[in-house]
């Protein structure tokens, strides 16, 4: 059946039936706004996105589903990036009437499930019609006053750090362009594939796909005060790095040999010809956070004793230099790219 | 210059210098969250709305300024229909790349300077980019605890009340159909107009591009105690409150002689050959408030010495009989109607 089929208000009354009643807000969907109260001595954080059909998703490479999921976790990402916990969530969707409806009960599955994670439910939204589909998640955090981890703290000397390992999520891309699927959790290909690529496409693809927020380990460090500055590596750790620095007002210097590739972003890469390294530099949506901090290195390897990597990368310098990689043979070049909605398409 | 020209940060730069520094936020545009303190002793009130080209809007009858205002404006109603205070906005845009800036530069001054009125900033937000035109507002309004007016608290026996007069946006809808426009608060026709249409057309095409929201009508009753329960008019009286009754398990009758019509929406109504009393109650986005109370009428009238009008349209029944126009002659239908984003395209 298709959205024209039923209508706008009875299709909010569907997406309310299969939205649990939300158990962390005063009123939810169904009204003019939805209500939350906030938590005494915290701060809001706020932050928006939109996912736009063609853009920043194509149908052919996911799942209703895993676009939820992926709706609603590079927002938990930016609640992440500012060492908050998330609360709730809205959205807003702009579908064309001749949709599915399953496609909308599969989309709103994946948000709520991606959600649930992290104990955040959606409280509210809007519906409208559009030739491009377009999904608007607002989600609203909290964080205790004055504590919110900004980008613009960090100071020359600090270390920079980043979560996780780099790349994986370019990889996927490079492997969905190419024509592997994942159906069912299993990887579709029109080559032969070794069961080592077999994996390796899997979880790339999964990356790309369902990119994990890192809110664990963005509250960790927001509540150990180890954090000067951090963001979310949403368009690549070259770009996102200089948006770091230029709101900090420094300088950076990254080290060749110190990325953290991720495994499985080699091997996907070695098997199309593309640089690893170029993957976890300019490639966007790994969603691991990227900080800063004066501490002890053996003390924030100390952190995460269940297993999170977190990896010192660079130095901080003074404002003027810009961010440059250093090579292995000792050379250092301008650290340039990442991703920009209006130029690559 | 167009959007492509510039690209993704140099545009989000430009509308960071574009908006004041925000006053009320602890942190603006420009890192992964804005940050805002809640009011203490108040609850939160969050609101969404996407506007989207060929939908909610055509570009053919507006300007990019009175967009923005509008998108504004639309957000702004929802917490006056709570009986809010509006406090800060986040504006999530997808754009064609071949817009030109200058759009870009007109759209957030209307929406700057429609929020300004209300001391509404917009700290933060979200850039893609989209072949359709969309942009999404939240906004973010606080009510004194535990006071936010719903939908659920109408009781039988209440009367219905409406601010305002009514069809005047549905009468400028006609009028833009019909091929009217406003360029420069000057109207352009086709065909010639007496000075009383000329007045009439003006204004209802002012009140459909730019609704004016009541927030000032929706704080003093909320903080009076008067609504029971409340709704503002985006889908059109007759819609709206059968959701208000529907989500307060009552039923309404409301009286045909009672609706207050715009004098302007009669005088555009009888030009076109349509029945303004339809504009009235299925024309949508008045954006005036509709409420009811148990309260003298005498008492409800000498509360807005200022000039705002508000009419008893009706009263409240029993759960069951649904809602309900009373004719002139004493006969009654059921009232039907009201917008649908997705069975009018």
Avoid at 14 to 33: E, K, N, Q, V
Avoid at 171 to 186: E, H, I, N, P, S
Wanted: proline share 4%; aromatic share 4%.
């Amino acid at each position: 059946m298709r959205v024209s089929a039923i209508g706008e208000f009875a299709l909010i009354e569907r997406i309310r039936s299969m939205l649990p009643r939300p158990h962390d807000a005063l009123l939810g969907i169904g009204d003019d706004c939805a209500v939350l109260r906030p938590t005494a001595g915290r701060d809001l954080l706020l932050t928006t996105d939109l996912l736009v059909d063609g853009v920043d998703f194509t149908r052919q490479t996911t799942t209703p589903f895993r676009l939820g999921r992926k709706a609603m976790a590079v927002n938990l990402s930016d609640i992440a990036a500012m060492g908050g916990l998330p609360r709730a969530a809205l959205v807003a969707l702009a579908i064309p009437p001749e949709e599915e409806i399953e496609f909308i009960d599969e989309l709103y599955r994946g948000l709520r499930e991606e959600g649930a994670q992290f104990a955040v439910e959606v409280i509210g939204g809007d519906l409208s019609a559009s030739a491009t589909l377009t999904i608007g998640v607002t989600l609203v955090g909290e964080v205790e006053a004055g504590r919110a981890v900004t980008r613009s703290g960090a100071k020359p000397g600090e270390r920079i750090w980043t979560t996780g390992r780099l790349g994986a999520a370019a990889a996927g891309l490079v492997a969905l362009r190419a024509g592997c699927r994942l159906r069912d959790d299993q990887i579709e290909t029109s080559f032969d594939v070794s069961i080592s690529l077999r994996e390796a496409l899997t979880q790339t693809i999964e990356r790309h796909l369902c990119p994990i927020p890192r809110i664990r380990e963005g509250r960790a460090l927001a509540q150990a005060g180890v954090a000067s500055a951090m963001i979310d590596l949403s368009d690549g750790l070259a770009s996102d790095l200089a948006h770091l620095c230029r709101e900090s007002e420094v300088s950076a210097k990254i080290r060749e040999d110190q990325i953290p590739i991720d495994q499985a972003a080699s091997v996907v890469a070695q098997r199309f010809g593309q640089d690893p390294l170029a993957m976890a530099l300019q490639g966007g949506e790994d969603f691991e956070l990227l900080f800063t901090s004066s501490w002890d290195p053996a003390d924030i390897a100390a952190m995460f004793p269940d297993g999170t990597t977190v990896t010192a990368v660079g130095k901080i310098g003074e404002a003027g230099l810009g961010c440059r990689l250093e090579r292995q043979d000792g050379s250092s070049t301008v650290l340039t790219g990442g991703y920009d909605h209006f130029r690559r398409i």
